[in-house]
């Protein structure tokens, strides 16, 4: 019999938010719980779930189409094009953000959203995390992913279980040039890091393990920014990622998470910012806008589904709702009034090349006739 074949789908989308860009409104979450419910019913997905982080609409959606299926994204499309009409409706901030395009065209990719999406061969049993984040990009991933497939010091199974042995193979992408390269890990773990610390232009896109080319980590790496030609928000990245058995233990998954550290975005897509991993109930944003939110979900993939409860209710776990984190929230807020009390001041704001918005060129025009020489 040929293994079951599983595709988790997470596309999400700023349609529009509550109080600036702070949190998706009620109203917004309606519509996308009828669409996904008439899509179950259809026999389109078989489970879904909705939720967000800050001012971002995220739809989790399970099925058997495999990736880029173009009714999949069309499904997407039109429930964020439904929610984003509501969000105008109410006067929402920043109402349709994230569709850049006016038409659809058979995938979600390059038009606004991001997406996340990965085909599996059910395991026994496939525990799967999705990580979700508000006020920065995909290179925020970076650091947690190397932690996570790589670090011994991170994951014990990397020394410890036979499973694991031989390592991972990281998908990096280089955002400038539009090129990807894989590198194997642990011999190739230097070059590795030596791309992914630029995290403003390397990101990992795709981890598999290295000895069978499970696949193992899928991330968002739509650059909205460089898709608008102009400034449209940060890319407010998500991920998959597969648990346990041969792979790094949920746990382990989640050690990278107790210290907070720095990413780029936060106000204006233009400062560093702490990360502060959250429940789903504090997954909005205020000081400065942020600071930047990451929110954790864990499930079980099964027989085609997310496994569910005695009423078919997705089984969900809210992996960062727990005082295991209260020391990285901690650290986040202290990191968070250390960089404020710089302003404007590198290295709290972004180098010029990295800020979304920025009034360098108006000034220097301004002063053009101004500046002598020295
Ligand atoms: P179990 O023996 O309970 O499966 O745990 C193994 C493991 O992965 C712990 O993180
Ligand atoms: P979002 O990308 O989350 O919409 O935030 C934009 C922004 O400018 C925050 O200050
Ligand atoms: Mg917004
Ligand atoms: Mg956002």
Redesign the pocket.
């Known amino acids: 019999m040929m293994p079951r074949k599983t595709t988790i789908s997470l596309i999400k989308c700023?349609v529009g938010s509550l109080a600036g860009?702070h949190v998706v409104p009620e109203p917004l979450f309606n519509i996308a719980g009828k669409n996904l419910k008439k899509a179950k019913e259809d026999g389109l997905i078989s489970s879904c779930h909705v939720f967000n982080v800050?001012?971002?609409l995220q739809l989790l959606m399970v099925h058997e189409r495999g990736e880029s299926n173009p009714e999949i994204h069309k499904l997407a499309w039109d429930t964020f094009q439904e929610a984003a009409e509501k969000a105008l409706k109410l006067k929402l901030y920043g109402a349709g953000q994230d569709l850049l395009k006016t038409a659809f065209s058979g995938n979600v990719r390059g038009m606004g959203p991001g997406v996340a999406e990965m085909e599996i061969e059910e395991r026994g049993s496939d525990p799967v995390v999705v990580f979700a984040a508000?006020?920065t990009s995909t290179g925020a991933f970076n650091l947690p992913l190397f932690r996570i497939f790589a670090d011994p010091m991170n994951t014990a199974g990397l020394v410890i279980d036979p499973g694991v042995a031989g390592g991972f193979k990281f998908e990096v992408l280089d955002t400038v040039e539009n090129k990807c390269v894989v590198l194997r890990c642990p011999e190739e773990m230097y070059e590795l890091v030596g791309l992914i610390g630029t995290v403003g232009r390397y990101m990992i896109s795709r981890i598999w393990r290295a000895r069978d080319g499970l696949i193992c980590a899928v991330g968002s790496v739509t650059k909205l920014s460089k898709i608008a030609g102009k400034y449209v928000?940060k890319d407010?990245p998500v991920m998959i990622v597969r648990a346990q058995r041969g792979l790094p233990a949920l746990g382990e998954i989640l050690v990278p998470f107790m210290h907070s550290y720095l990413v780029a975005g936060w106000m204006r897509g233009s400062h560093w910012g702490p990360l502060m991993p959250v429940g789903v109930k504090n997954a909005k944003c205020t000081v400065f806008d942020g600071p930047p939110r990451i929110v954790a979900l864990g499930f079980q993939v099964a027989n085609g589904k997310i496994a569910s409860d005695d009423d078919g209710k997705p089984m969900v776990a809210d992996l960062f709702d727990d005082p295991a984190f209260d020391m990285a929230r901690r650290e986040a807020v202290e990191y968070a009034s250390m960089l404020r009390r710089m302003g404007e001041f590198e290295p709290a704001r972004l180098g010029v090349g990295q800020m979304e918005y920025t009034t360098l060129p108006q000034i220097l025009e301004r002063l053009k006739e101004r500046f002598k020489p020295a």
């Open positions: 700023d860009h800050g001012d971002d508000d006020k928000g407010d």
